[in-house]
């Protein structure tokens, strides 16, 4: 009797749907993955075609593929960046193609789109200048937008799965992802980055799917499968090759460690082959794995020159891993954009603090606690190569530094998402912290589109 009872109520709570929260949590995410949609297309056309960070470059790269299915020369910087069919050239060329080569199957099914034709005044010299634009442009950019889309339905996935008794985080950690004016500019232009930060929210998914559910060889085969497509589009890629391996060190469920050393042999290797060899090509082909189009180390500077950039880079990487600082300084107002985004991150920290510090009453399970550092760790690799790569490659990498840290936003803001509902030991106060944030980061995302308009003369502004 008491079979037939649990039975029925659970084929009524099967025919009632799912509990009301999960519904409100999807529902939230569709709301966020529209207005990410307002927001990016908004951001794409704000910013003038081709001035998007490096994007004639990248223009380059994808037509070099698309018309001519070669790969561009490198460039050794941008005042020799060419597109001649057959001959193109690149100071982008440095980067691994996959990124590329799906730009150029867009590329190809609009390439029957008419040119557009570009005017502005340069605030220079004053003069009129105007340009022609190819056509699959705009579609390529687009291209941009389905991947932030997909970055943000698996960063939703990830904290359904890390968070399963805290369904607001869910889209809130997606909001908190589509609406950082950086994520939303970058992902609105033609650039490899979109790519790279859907694959490092795939990888984040991944692994807490692993250290949830348990590992088999054809999971581990998948994480491999994803670090070798991130390391297939850029060199921040290679983070997730030993972030992947503690992941799945971590994941439960082995008989041995010896079985466990197999998952994470299987993941290296799928990945080496997935990804490697375009940096054994560089190596055959230019006599170094890591290439690049320019060679300036902060280390050949004048040491007085080489201290003024030391000084400030800590505020420009900051500033650019959440606003193009560059393209809004003319408007905008760095106090209250550094104010705002380091009190942001300084909340987060706390709330973080503050969770772990009411571990007896309110336990974090231990999913909570290894994805968390996971992410963080992912942030800190890709800072620390970012660093390397200003004082061995170039210190001008540091002007736009945050970039980089674009591709572990996905990361990053699920670690935020968790500290700003840690600031209450009420789920309902917290709740409330999630959505001030996500309101005030959407209001400074118009801002930035408006200041972003307003510098490029697009949209009316």
């Known amino acids: ?84 069919p057959g001959a193109a050239r690149s ?30 005044r340069d605030e220079r010299t004053g003069e009129a200048v105007t340009y022609r634009v190819p056509g699959p442009v705009r579609p390529v950019r687009f291209l941009s937008i389905a991947f932030g889309l997909g970055a943000l339905a698996f960063v939703w996935a990830t904290a359904r799965l890390v968070f399963p008794r805290r369904p607001a985080l869910w889209p809130a950690s997606a909001a908190l992802l589509g609406f950082t004016p950086m994520f939303t500019y970058l992902t609105s232009v033609i650039s490899n980055d979109p790519l790279v930060a859907l694959l490092f929210a795939m990888a984040a998914w991944r692994w807490a799917r692993a250290m949830r559910h348990g590992c088999s060889y054809a999971d581990a085969a998948l994480v491999g499968l994803i670090s070798g497509a991130a390391i297939s589009t850029k060199e921040t890629g290679l983070a997730l090759v030993p972030l992947s391996a503690l992941a799945l060190a971590l994941a439960p469920g082995a008989r041995s460690w010896r079985e466990r ?58 500033a650019f891993t959440f606003v193009p600082f560059d393209v809004i300084a003319r408007t905008a107002d760095a106090n209250l954009v550094f104010g705002f985004f380091g009190a942001g991150v300084a909340v987060s920290l706390v709330g973080l603090l503050l969770a772990l510090a009411r571990q007896r009453e309110e336990p974090m399970s231990a999913l909570e606690i290894q994805s968390i550092g996971l992410w963080l760790l992912a942030g800190a690799l890709i800072l620390a190569g970012l660093v390397r790569n200003i004082f061995l490659v170039d210190w001008r990498m540091g002007t ?16 935020s998402a968790r500290g700003l509902s840690g600031l209450s030991r009420r789920p309902g106060r917290g709740n409330l912290w999630l959505g001030a944030a996500c309101a005030l980061l959407l209001g400074m995302n118009i801002y930035v589109i408006r200041a972003v308009a307003a510098a490029y003369g697009t949209l009316g502004l």
């Open 400 to 415: 736009a530094g945050g970039r980089f840290l674009v591709a572990a936003l996905p990361m990053l803001v699920l670690a």
């Open 1 to 84: 009797m008491a079979a037939r009872v649990a039975a029925g109520a659970q084929a009524k709570s099967r025919s009632e749907g799912p509990l009301p929260a999960a519904r409100l949590a999807r529902l939230g995410l569709a709301a966020v993955l529209a207005g990410y949609c307002a927001l990016a297309t908004a951001q794409s056309f704000a910013t003038r075609l081709q001035w998007g960070p490096d994007e004639p470059a990248h223009i380059i790269y994808v037509r070099s593929l698309a018309l001519d299915r070669r790969l561009p020369a490198p460039a050794a910087g941008e005042a020799e960046d060419r597109y001649l």
């Open 261 to 318: 050393a197999g998952w994470i042999a299987a993941a290296a290797a799928v990945a080496a082959v997935a990804g490697g060899w375009w940096y054994v090509r560089k190596w055959a082909v230019f006599g170094h794995p890591f290439l690049y189009a320019y060679h300036a180390p902060l280390s050949d500077l004048p040491p007085e020159q080489a201290a003024r950039v030391r000084a400030a880079l800590p505020e420009l990487v900051f």
């Open 91 to 120: 100071h982008q060329a440095h980067h691994p193609p996959l990124y590329y080569a799906l730009a150029a199957l867009v590329w190809r099914a609009f390439a029957g789109w008419p040119d557009q034709i570009v005017s502005y």
